[in-house]
């Protein structure tokens, strides 16, 4: 594996494959055939930009301890610099229920 090749795609992971493939200079089937050869099943973009949302929500969330808050965004901090070590990592399930828990009283609207 060329790390130097494997750095130059992390730096453009939080693009979706197209504007990456034009950042990089290469086609398609070029950056494609890269990540077969870097293993990188999926594209990371989207779950880093989801993290991204998950650091700006826990800013934004009223009603969380200022310890609460910090422990989240340390813990969406170390997801997202394991996607950007590995794009196959599984993020955390428990953390994406713990920054956005269903709204109150949505249990409510299921029982007759």
Known sequence: MNDEEFGRLRQVFHLPRE?????LNISMAKLKQ????HGIGRWPHRIIASLNQMRASLMEQ????QAEQQAGLATVETELQNVMLDPNHKVDAQLLAWVAPPPQGWMGALQP
């Open 34 to 37: 890269l990540c077969q050869e």
């Open 19 to 23: 504007h990456a493939a034009k950042e």
């Open 62 to 65: 009223p009603g969380r301890s």
